[in-house]
Every structure is written in structure tokens, then in C-alpha cells.
DNA sequence: AAATACAGCAACCGCAATCGA
DNA sequence: GTCGATTGCGGTTGCTGTATT
């Protein structure tokens, strides 16, 4: 099936937004409303695709939204939905009044990915033969990930919220972008050529002493019986404490994922994040 | 001062979901 | 149930301003 363009291409302005054209959307949808952005452009003297009519006044016309900069409360708000959320912006952004998909997304690509990243980076054991100055513009898959054979997977959650959020292992820069989320988890299943694995998602609550810190993802390959865990503590800390055994986290970038190295993995029960204040520990697990 | 590199972000593109006939 | 139109979302591109050499 030929797909039906948005909009005829022809004749139709591109790129930056005049004030004029700013001005003719916005009176336009005070006076009709948002939707029919097809035919809005045309009904609205502008000569622009309904598509990019719709991003425009979604994204910086309308009169709800928050403009300047994020603030640190908004920062760790998106970092912690992240978490759990993946890359689903928009959801993200429904939790930030005033912000929008778009906004959040570039703030993550060109803000707190890099921090997180260097972090990473920084913080954890380098392994041979990575090389640091491989990526580029690239995103990094910046998730901590843990990886544990089939003989102690947890059998109860503390949540059933089932999202397609990961792949356990990706060397292609695309694909690794592209594991974030169900939709594209989806979209990337159709380009695999291999088996594509089934993953089972949990919740789980990060607790210390009964107080709720964070949250993040287990996630069960079916086929394999592998699981790993994925998060972002705030903090951005590569180890964590589980039933008091120390555990080496290690990230996903440049294409290698990390290994959990430490013996006698148990169910989990309770966590907290060795973040450096919340403990003075931290020591890595060889 | 000019050239180059880099960062930030607005906008575009393609795909999937949803809607309605 | 099917199919085309529309909408929404997330990845990516490329322009622009700023920093660095």
C-alpha cells in the first residue's frame, strides 16, 4: 500500500517559524480550535503542512506552556521518571506542567544524557579494549544494567506493569536507540532478523528501611531465562547493596553490556542506592 | 579576525495507533 | 472487518549561535 503523504509537499515553507505565520495559527485556533490540521493551514492562509502546524502550536504557541529553563526540581523529575518511564516523552512530559515532549526529549539528548553518561563513565571499571572516544554524536544507551542466570529469578513483583522497554544486547547504535520503548521495542522487533526475544517486565521499589527511594525495571528474557535490571539511581552511582552483597553494576554503551560479578545473588527484598550521601560504602564487588 | 568545532534546539520524517465511513 | 485519513509519538536532522583555536 502506498502511503498517502501528510500533505502535498509542493509549494508549502519549511524550516523556521515567521511571527507572521506564528500570528496567523494562533488567531486561527483561538477562534476554531485545535484539530483538522490538514485542512487548518489552508483554512488559516498559511502555507505550511498540517503536520507542521499541529508541532508548532503544540510545542511553542500554546498559552500553557511553561517557557525558560528547566529547573532542578524539573531536572530530577525527569531523571527518575526516565527510569522507569524509558524514553516515552510524553508521558514524561505529562508530569511536567508546561513542558512538552519535545523540550524534555531535547533537554535529555543534549543535557542530562551527557551527565549521566560521564558519570558512568567516570565512575565504573573500564573494560579492555572499549574505546573511549568511539562514540560520537551518538546517543549512549546510558542504563545500568544487571544480568543474573535463570536460577534466581524472582517469581513475585511489586508490580505489573507490563512494558517492552529492552533489549539485552545491542551493538548497533540505531538499535540501541531505539529499545526505549514499547512502541519502538515493536518497531525494532520488525527489523531483527534474528529471534526476537519475549521480555517480561516488573516493577520494583528500591527501599532502605521501609522508605520508598526510587524505582526501576526487571526485565526476564522468556526464551533465556537471563534477566537484568535497568535504572537510574538520581544519583547516577554504579553500585548498589542487595541483601548486603555488593554488586558491580556496569553500563550498556559502545555496544558492551556490562556483567553482574558477584557469587550468591539472592531475591531481592530490600535496596537502596549507594549514592555517596545516603552511605559512605561503595565498595565494588571483584 | 577568521576559521573551525561544538552544543542546543526547532523542525522534519516515518511509523504506529486510532478513528470513522 | 477493511481501508483510508488523521493524529500522536519518538528518532533524527540540520540550522544557528557560541566557544575555541
Known amino acids: 500500500m502506498v502511503r498517502t503523504p501528510c500533505c502535498e509537499k509542493e509549494g508549502l515553507r519549511r524550516g523556521r517559524w515567521t511571527a507572521e505565520e506564528d500570528d496567523k495559527l494562533k488567531k486561527y485556533i483561538e477562534v476554531y480550535g485545535e484539530g483538522s490540521w490538514r485542512s487548518l493551514p489552508k483554512n488559516a492562509g498559511l502555507l505550511r503542512c498540517g503536520k507542521s502546524c499541529r508541532l508548532r502550536w503544540i510545542n511553542y504557541l500554546r498559552t500553557d506552556l511553561k517557557r525558560g529553563n528547566i529547573t532542578p526540581q524539573e531536572d ?96 548497533n547504535p540505531k538499535e540501541e536507540q531505539a529499545t526505549s520503548s514499547g512502541k519502538e521495542q515493536s518497531k525494532s522487533d520488525q527489523n531483527l532478523t534474528t529471534k526476537d526475544p519475549k521480555i517480561e517486565e516488573e516493577n520494583w521499589e528500591l527501599t532502605t528501611d521501609g522508605e520508598k527511594r526510587e524505582y526501576g525495571v526487571l526485565s526476564t528474557i522468556i ?43 539472592k531475591e531481592p527484598s530490600s535496596w537502596f542506592w549507594a549514592n555517596g550521601n545516603t552511605n559512605g560504602e561503595g565498595e565494588e564487588c571483584r
Open 223 to 265: 526464551d533465556s531465562g537471563e534477566w537484568f535490571y535497568s535504572a537510574w539511581p538520581s544519583s547516577s552511582s554504579l553500585n548498589s547493596n542487595f541483601n548486603n552483597e555488593w554488586m558491580n553494576w556496569d553500563w550498556e554503551g559502545d555496544g558492551v553490556l556490562g556483567q553482574n560479578v558477584c557469587e550468591n545473588f
Open 76 to 171: 530530577e523529575t525527569i531523571l527518575k521518571l526516565h527510569t522507569t518511564l524509558g524514553n516515552r516523552w510524553s508521558l514524561i512530559a505529562g508530569h511536567l506542567p508546561g513542558r512538552t515532549d519535545n523540550e524534555i526529549k531535547n533537554y535529555w539528548n543534549s543535557h542530562l544524557s551527557k551527565k549521566i553518561y560521564s558519570t558512568a563513565k567516570k565512575d565504573a571499571p573500564q573494560k579492555p579494549g572499549i574505546s573511549k572516544g568511539a562514540r560520537s554524536r551518538g546517543r549512549p544507551n546510558n542504563k545500568l544494567i544487571l544480568k543474573k542466570d535463570k536460577t534466581t529469578i524472582p517469581k513475585e513483583s511489586s508490580g505489573s506493569d507490563s512494558i517492552a522497554e529492552e533489549e539485552p544486547e545491542t551493538t
